[in-house]
């Protein structure tokens, strides 16, 4: 793939995401099936815009059926699923549409709480859209008037999959078909945290005092759409607390309020600093503790820390009249490690929220620190 992103002065190469894999093997296996052609390469196109022409290998066809896989390219992008190879089987079938089954290395989901149904293949909704977009142009350009089950499988995912948190998230067996545009666009951790300095110093030399942080786009979003601040001060840390602190201490400002997603914000709570899943998955243990040291049983304790998100623990917490003791200790201790990070320097504050339940708390200058990011006339 040549398509490139510019990061910290240099040229890294996208790659395409494991759900653009299944979308092209399950398309050369249809036409295959449909047309008993075999092309070189299949075209498919993805939801960034970016259209890939990409190589069916290992391909089989019987008479009832056609297969082939795609090698994932990651690019730039470090990444364990790198060179694997995707599978896509695709069988006719009585009835009208596209069935999506999973196959080896395609984990299965056993818990409530994901974007895949319970009991079903660990298949994103993208990627379904993907292939069920892809397989319908096939079949109306053929003229097939039946319906296709395709089968996606990757092998190699059996393993790779016990490196990652997929069983601790109820996803067992393999791997996650993901992807959300289609294309994996790469950046190192250094090419993040510099792309955050840039920003912090770009607001320090407009004159900017006071820095408004959101960990991504959720932040983004719930901060001008639900809160109706003023963005223009505001910069993104993606999931470098430690370093967004450190800096903004360095760069002399006087304030920094953080407004993030209870599924990242918790864990500061814990002295986190880096919030990626790869360093931390610990949403769930503090809130459970929290929980049992305000009255909670031991059942309820355990019910909440094995929670698939966050928003179920406060669900559990509502339930259980236990939310507002709860929340207003992690926040404390959110404040604590914020500050403790920046030795009582400048002035920090945190707001969490959920994008189910709106606001669900704030550490004890985030009012204060709000006022300064309103919009003038507001």
Same mark, same amino acid.
């Given at each position: 793939?040549?398509?490139?992103?510019?990061?910290?002065?240099?040229?890294?190469?996208?790659?395409?995401?494991?759900?653009?894999?299944?979308?092209?093997?399950? !398309?050369?296996?249809?036409?295959?099936?449909?047309?008993?052609?075999?092309?070189?390469?299949?075209?498919?196109?993805?939801?960034?815009?970016?259209?890939?022409?990409?190589?069916?290998?290992?391909?089989?066809?019987?008479?009832?059926?056609?297969?082939?896989?795609?090698? !994932?390219?990651?690019?730039?992008?470090?990444?364990?699923?790198?060179?694997?190879?995707?599978?896509?089987?695709?069988?006719?079938?009585?009835?009208?549409?596209?069935?999506?089954?999973?196959?080896?290395?395609?984990?299965?989901?056993?818990?409530?709480?994901?974007?895949?149904?319970?009991?079903?293949?660990?298949?994103?909704?993208?990627?379904?859209?993907?292939?069920?977009?892809?397989?319908?142009?096939?079949?109306?350009?053929?003229?097939?008037?039946?319906?296709?089950?395709?089968?996606?499988?990757?092998?190699?995912?059996?393993?790779?999959?016990?490196?990652?948190?997929?069983?601790?998230?109820?996803?067992?067996?393999?791997?996650?078909?993901?992807?959300?545009?289609?294309?994996?666009?790469?950046?190192?951790?250094?090419?993040?945290?510099?792309?955050?300095?840039?920003?912090?110093?770009?607001?320090?030399?407009?004159?900017?005092?006071?820095?408004?942080?959101?960990?991504?786009?959720?932040?983004?979003?719930?901060?001008?759409?639900?809160?109706?601040?003023?963005?223009?001060?505001?910069?993104?840390?993606?999931?470098?607390?430690?370093?967004?602190?450190?800096?903004?201490?360095?760069?002399?400002?006087?304030?920094?309020?953080?407004?993030?997603?209870?599924?990242?914000?918790?864990?500061?709570?814990?002295?986190?600093?880096?919030?990626?899943?790869?360093?931390?998955?610990?949403?769930?243990?503090?809130?459970?503790?929290?929980?049992?040291?305000?009255?909670?049983?031991?059942?309820?304790?355990?019910?909440?820390?094995?929670?698939?998100?966050?928003?179920?623990?406060?669900?559990?917490?509502?339930?259980?009249?236990?939310?507002?003791?709860?929340?207003?200790?992690?926040?404390?201790?959110?404040?604590?490690?914020?500050?403790?990070?920046?030795?009582?320097?400048?002035?920090?504050?945190?707001?969490?929220?959920?994008?189910?339940?709106?606001?669900?708390?704030?550490?004890?200058?985030?009012?204060?620190?709000?006022?300064?990011?309103?919009? !003038?006339?507001?």
């Amino acid at each position: 793939m040549e398509e490139y992103q510019f990061s910290q002065g240099k040229n890294l190469r996208c790659g395409y995401t494991t759900g653009s894999c299944a979308t092209a093997a399950a !398309k050369a296996a249809a036409v295959m099936l449909l047309t008993g052609q075999r092309a070189a390469t299949v075209r498919i196109d993805t939801p960034k815009g970016i259209v890939l022409d990409l190589e069916p290998l290992e391909v089989e066809q019987g008479a009832d059926y056609a297969s082939c896989a795609i090698r !994932k390219d990651s690019g730039d992008d470090p990444d364990d699923t790198n060179g694997i190879l995707v599978y896509a089987k695709v069988e006719k079938t009585a009835s009208a549409g596209v069935v999506i089954a999973g196959g080896v290395g395609v984990g299965m989901v056993t818990k409530p709480g994901l974007a895949c149904a319970q009991g079903g293949p660990a298949i994103n909704p993208t990627p379904r859209r993907m292939i069920t977009s892809e397989l319908t142009k096939v079949m109306e350009e053929a003229g097939y008037q039946g319906g296709l089950l395709v089968t996606i499988s990757i092998p190699a995912g059996v393993e790779i999959a016990k490196k990652t948190f997929n069983p601790r998230l109820g996803i067992v067996g393999g791997l996650s078909v993901l992807g959300t545009s289609g294309i994996v666009e790469p950046m190192s951790e250094k090419a993040l945290i510099e792309t955050m300095y840039v920003e912090m110093r770009a607001q320090k030399a407009r004159g900017n005092k006071n820095l408004l942080v959101f960990f991504g786009n959720y932040g983004e979003d719930f901060t001008r759409d639900i809160m109706h601040l003023d963005l223009d001060g505001a910069v993104t840390c993606s999931n470098f607390v430690g370093e967004l602190l450190d800096y903004a201490v360095f760069l002399g400002f006087e304030s920094l309020l953080l407004i993030g997603h209870s599924g990242k914000l918790v864990k500061l709570a814990q002295g986190v600093m880096n919030t990626h899943s790869k360093y931390a998955d610990c949403r769930t243990e503090l809130f459970a503790l929290e929980a049992m040291f305000h009255g909670a049983s031991v059942e309820v304790g355990k019910e909440i820390y094995a929670c698939l998100t966050t928003d179920e623990v406060t669900k559990i917490l509502q339930r259980e009249q236990l939310f507002e003791p709860v929340i207003a200790k992690v926040t404390e201790k959110i404040d604590f490690y914020m500050q403790h990070r920046v030795h009582g320097k400048i002035k920090t504050a945190a707001l969490m929220f959920s994008n189910v339940y709106g606001i669900l708390g704030k550490t004890k200058y985030a009012d204060d620190l709000i006022q300064l990011h309103k919009k !003038k006339g507001e």
